[in-house]
């Protein structure tokens, strides 16, 4: 059975720390890893990844895949308050049904000031 | 542009009666979601739509029926509510260049009591 497995799943910082969320995946077919921060509400998307070892960079925030052991790690760096939100991490696979994602169960991170 | 919007925000519904969740989004996405994420257990796909006249089911759609007679819009019909429903749901829509990459509405809590 596919699945996702996102570690850990909630930790709080103090701002200013680095903090690196894991996502690992067992799905058929691989097609892509996106990343996306749910606050609240609806979830935002972060990066897509299809590629290994390519790092995908926006800001503070970088994410790396490696298709060969699995998995992909998203950090955050110099993290600030605003970066309180759950994580969320989503694997695509090509297998049967092929609109569909398979969701991880989210990092929850808290930064206090 | 507005992207994806769902109505209501919030809703509580008793035991076997009916309501349609309205989502639409202004991005002209052929491909449109409906996800239901409760507590603990990451974001189910319900039903999704490849465009216009097209639904197909996704992982958990028993309790609930969609059509698509727009691009614009997607909405999910509940026929007899149940405690099980009760859920936070959302609507998503991408291009058919890049599916994976949902933009998602602000979501609907549904309380059936």
């Known amino acids: 059975e596919d699945k996702v497995v996102q570690s850990p799943l909630s930790l709080v910082v103090h701002e200013g720390d680095t903090v690196t969320l894991n996502c690992s995946y067992e799905?058929?077919?691989?097609?892509?890893l996106l990343w996306y921060k749910q606050e609240k509400k609806a979830p935002t998307f972060l990066f897509m990844l299809t590629s290994s070892g390519i790092e995908k960079k926006s800001g503070r925030l970088s994410s790396i895949l490696d298709k060969k052991e699995l998995f992909s790690i998203l950090n955050i760096t110099a993290t600030q308050t605003g970066d309180s939100a759950v994580y969320l991490c989503a694997v695509g696979s090509n297998a049967g049904n092929n609109r569909k994602l398979i969701w991880g169960l989210g990092t929850s991170l808290g930064v206090n000031p | 542009n507005a992207g994806v919007t769902q109505t209501p925000k919030f809703r509580i519904l008793k035991i076997g009666q009916s309501m349609t969740l309205q989502c639409a989004q202004d991005m002209n996405h052929n491909y449109m979601y409906w996800y239901r994420q409760d507590p603990g257990m990451g974001l189910k796909l319900i039903y999704y739509s490849v465009g216009a006249g097209i639904t197909d089911k996704g992982e958990v759609p028993n309790g609930y029926n969609v059509s698509r007679s727009t691009t614009e819009d997607f909405p999910l019909r509940l026929e007899l509510a149940a405690p099980s429903q009760t859920s936070v749901y959302f609507c998503?829509?991408?291009?058919?260049?890049?599916?994976?990459?949902?933009?998602f509405g602000p979501g609907t809590r549904l309380t059936v009591l």
């Open positions: 998503a829509s991408s291009k058919p260049s890049a599916t994976d990459t949902q933009y």
């Open positions: 799905v058929t077919n691989f097609r892509s």
